[in-house]
């Protein structure tokens, strides 16, 4: 008779399903509770290359390219965790009995569940965040409808699209263009934005489909030349009288910006609830992902100057 015990877990067939689950949360985990460790290592660490492709972009300048390396990144890594379901669920099938208990596939679930979600909240916070736009305050960059990325990790420029929690009321979200930074003087004078004493030059946009898609008879879109950043902008015609921002100047306070929307006839922005503290700002949008309209518009927002204006100095305001 005898009366000993082997401390060694009996051997069993895996389970297709408990693989399956296994590899949703981790791509490879599957594989190793099936005991194909090898495999596993190779699918666990192609998912590993995506946390540090997308932060070395956001780190990165901003170009088609470097979105297109995103987005192909993404497509590949999803592709990785679905081939890692669909082959884990196959191995499992074929393969003979394992000793590896439901304690430690437990433990291998959690294990695979922490990396993917971490990632994930540190990119968001640290990298890239999506955003829908739901506004038309930021015509003709931003339409309603756009899906759109923010860069997480720059630091705030004139010219920026910011997004920001709108002060007194922190539940909002709202997408505008930083115009002026901190120590900066900002005025209105004869409907010109008015940047440390001096007016920002405008200039005709002939860019016919950018002119189509924001056609309206009481609109004329222009480009104000802010610094070493050209962008579009919406104008009231000459019958309406422009919207005025101060009746004097604004000092910019330290910790803040001061943002208007593109769409300057038709917009909630630092005229109505002051200074943006760069606390506040969630990100800077570099990209249109999905458009809402116009394929074309797919890709970097282009906000850089060919032939810069001088920057804004400290030259007197001029009297209205």
Request: hydrophobic share 45%; net charge positive.
């Amino acid at each position: 008779m005898n009366d000993t015990r082997s401390d060694t877990p009996a051997a069993r067939r895996p389970s297709p399903l408990a693989a399956v689950l296994l590899s949703c949360f981790c791509a490879g985990l599957g594989q190793l509770y099936c005991g194909r460790t090898t495999r596993a290592a190779i699918l666990f660490s192609a998912s590993l290359l995506f946390a540090p492709i997308v932060l070395a972009c956001a780190r990165g300048g901003a170009s088609d390219g470097v979105l297109a390396l995103v987005l192909i990144t993404v497509v590949v890594t999803l592709g990785v965790h679905l081939y890692s379901i669909v082959d884990a669920f196959l191995t499992a099938r074929r393969a003979g009995p394992t000793t590896l208990g439901p304690v430690l596939a437990a433990v291998l679930a959690v294990v695979g569940l922490a990396y993917p979600v971490g990632a994930g909240q540190y990119l968001r916070e640290h990298a890239y965040e999506a955003f829908l736009m739901v506004e038309s305050s930021m015509l003709p960059a931003l339409l309603p409808g756009d899906r759109v990325l923010a860069n997480k990790h720059r630091d705030v420029q004139r010219g920026d699209l910011a997004v920001f929690a709108q002060p007194g009321k922190r539940e909002q979200l709202l997408v505008k263009r930083v115009v002026a930074l901190a120590g900066d003087r900002v005025g209105m004078h004869r409907g010109k934005l008015v940047v440390n004493g001096r007016p920002l030059p405008l200039t005709p946009v002939r860019d016919e489909p950018l002119l189509r898609l924001v056609a309206a008879p009481d609109r004329t879109a222009v480009y104000e030349h802010n610094g070493e950043r050209r962008y579009a902008i919406l104008i009231a015609d000459k019958k309406t009288a422009p919207r005025q921002i101060l009746d004097g100047e604004l000092s910019v306070p330290p910790g803040t910006c001061f943002v208007l929307g593109d769409n300057r006839p038709n917009s909630v922005d630092s005229r109505s609830f002051g200074c943006v503290p760069l606390e506040d700002v969630r990100g800077l949008i570099e990209y249109i992902f999905a458009p809402a309209r116009g394929s074309g518009r797919f890709g970097r927002l282009a906000v850089e100057s060919a032939e810069p204006f001088a920057p804004p100095g400290p030259t007197p305001f001029e009297q209205r």
